[in-house]
């Protein structure tokens, strides 16, 4: 059986979670050996025709990262965004989500509508609401096992100082995991490790606001969790550009490698032979 979310915390090293939108993702995710899925809010905004700028549902959010949590049998860690109102609606994303089979959410403490978390023109709410809707998130939840990520916004327009302040505050409060989005500096990721009490999630996106750390050096400065959101994200977007650029240039459609079958065989066709058996 796969490690839960909760022993993949309390295990050794740092846990490495690409990010996905779909089952396709996600299962490339768990075939190649990750112990955690995460589904990323700008790929899920992105594959529905929107840039992430906070205009996804609770219900959308919810239903996607169902399929996703459908889909694998190593857990999923989600974006829940803002919790999409106050405490009332925290409360109900916490149930939406559990319900759903997902592992864990992270929650920020951007002004909604949110953008995504390295642009710029972001607005975080007063720490007092923010720590009071990680204290609705921890109540809601049924079980420990459920995992709530506090995510703060506040370097880019308070410091780093303000959101240090902000991650163990919410960890006083309950959260499971600290994750202060977009240090600017390296010396700015090594710090927040070093001053929050608790797990610390650093979010990888190249071409973002932080530079690019290798997973050694995050790990070595005692993150414990890794996102990395973007990258199939943009290796399907660049890979598609190029075929189908290839396509109407040349006219020839690629032969590629293997079969549907195989195609197929990546997402459980065995299991559903098995059932119908070899009459049909």
């Known amino acids: 059986m796969p490690a839960t979310f909760r022993e993949l915390l309390d295990g050794p090293g740092l846990v490495v979670a690409p990010g996905a939108w779909d089952a396709i993702g996600a299962r490339l995710v768990e075939q190649a050996g990750f112990p955690l899925v995460y589904m990323t809010g700008a790929g899920t905004a992105v594959s529905r025709g929107f840039p992430d700028y906070g205009l996804l549902t609770l219900t959308e959010m919810a239903a996607n990262a169902a399929v996703l949590a459908g889909s694998v049998s190593v857990p999923v860690l989600a974006d829940a965004d803002t919790g999409y109102g106050n405490e009332l609606n925290v409360t109900r994303t916490v149930r939406e989500y559990e319900a759903r ?17 390295h642009l710029d023109g972001k ?60 240090p600017p500096t390296v010396e700015d990721a090594a710090a927040v490790p070093e001053r929050v009490h608790g797990p610390c999630l650093l979010n990888i996106v ?29 290796t399907v977007l660049a890979a598609g ?25 990546r997402f459980g066709a065995a299991d559903w032979d098995a059932i119908r058996g070899t009459d049909f």
């Open 206 to 234: 190249p071409g973002g606001k932080t530079p690019v750390l290798d997973l050694a050096d995050a790990e070595a400065m005692g993150y414990k969790l890794a996102i990395v959101p973007t990258l199939l994200l943009k």
């Open 101 to 117: 089979g997902v592992a864990g959410i992270h929650l920020e403490d951007q002004v909604s509508p949110k953008r995504c978390g």
């Open 241 to 265: 550009d190029a075929v189908l650029r290839d396509l109407a240039e040349r006219r020839v459609v690629p032969g590629g490698t293997g079969t549907i079958s195989d195609v197929f065989a």
């Open 123 to 182: 607005e975080v709410v007063d720490r007092d609401r923010f720590v009071s809707k990680i204290e609705a998130a921890v109540a809601a939840r049924s079980s420990d096992e459920f995992v709530i990520v506090a995510r703060t916004d506040a370097v880019s327009t308070r410091g780093l100082d303000d959101a240090i302040d902000r991650a163990n505050t919410a960890l006083d409060a309950g959260a499971d995991v600290a994750f202060v989005e977009a």
